[in-house]
């Protein structure tokens, strides 16, 4: 089974609105880290926003905010106020303690951002 | 100064060649990765190598091995190469826990010939 599952392949939102991306996870640890990176089209890989599996509130980092819902194993991350820059592949990410402190990934998300 | 460094940044070859890629943490982490991102952007496990115990993805063809001199540095070595393995490589690293990110480095775009 996929440890991490985004269902998005592409989304399109206008500059300045929100927009949410999907993920939802698997796990039976009890203890485990959500994490987003950000992959411009230059490439490198841009650690976001964490989420840990025993924080109550919700994770937030300036324009980037984490929709933890623990019972439904979804970590969605909400962007507001949309800008050009913001466009790019977002990657879904977990990791748990008790299998090699590997992160799994899911397949990614293509935002646009449209002016 | 640059925290996951890899070297180098593109890198084409034959088909049969064997090639290495080097990747250096100075964050002092004791954890550090391999992961491959084919065409469609997946970012595929390949090793991790942690105070010197080495957990390899089953799928990883055995042509492919990590090499630890230490543990500030992690370098893959690929013999045989194949069309197939044209891909971005990425290192990275992170402290150990499930509450710490990995740092990437920039990618090495691998292109076999």
């Known amino acids: 089974a996929q440890k991490i599952t985004q269902t998005q392949p592409g989304m399109f939102v206008q500059e300045k609105e929100a927009v949410t991306l999907d993920c939802t996870y698997d796990?039976?640890?009890?203890?485990?880290?959500l994490f987003w990176y950000k992959q411009p089209s230059s490439g490198e890989m841009i650690f976001l926003i964490y989420?840990?599996?025993?924080?109550?509130q919700n994770a937030t980092e300036g324009r980037y905010s984490l929709n933890f819902q623990k019972a439904r194993k979804s970590a969605n991350l909400v962007i507001s106020a949309s800008q050009l820059g913001d466009s790019a592949m977002y990657f879904c990410?977990?990791?748990?303690?008790?299998?090699?402190?590997?992160?799994?990934f899911g397949t990614g998300t293509s935002l646009t951002v449209i002016p | 100064d640059t925290a996951v460094s890899q070297t180098p940044k593109y890198l084409v070859t034959q088909m049969g060649n064997d090639k290495s890629i080097k990747c250096e943490q100075n964050?002092?982490?004791?954890?550090m990765y391999w992961y491959k991102q084919d065409s469609k952007k997946f970012l595929k496990i390949m090793f991790s190598y942690n105070n010197k115990e080495l957990i390899i993805n089953e799928t990883v063809p055995n042509r492919f091995s990590p090499k630890s001199p230490d543990k500030a540095h992690l370098n893959l070595h690929i013999n045989s190469l194949e069309l197939g393995d044209s891909a971005v490589y990425f290192c990275a690293s992170s402290q150990n826990g499930a509450n710490t990110e990995a740092f990437f480095g920039q990618g090495t775009r691998l292109t076999v010939v």
């Open positions: 796990t039976s640890d009890p203890s485990y880290g």
């Open positions: 989420q840990g599996s025993y924080d109550q």
């Open positions: 964050l002092g982490h004791d954890t």
């Open positions: 990410a977990m990791r748990e303690p008790n299998t090699g402190n590997q992160f799994y």
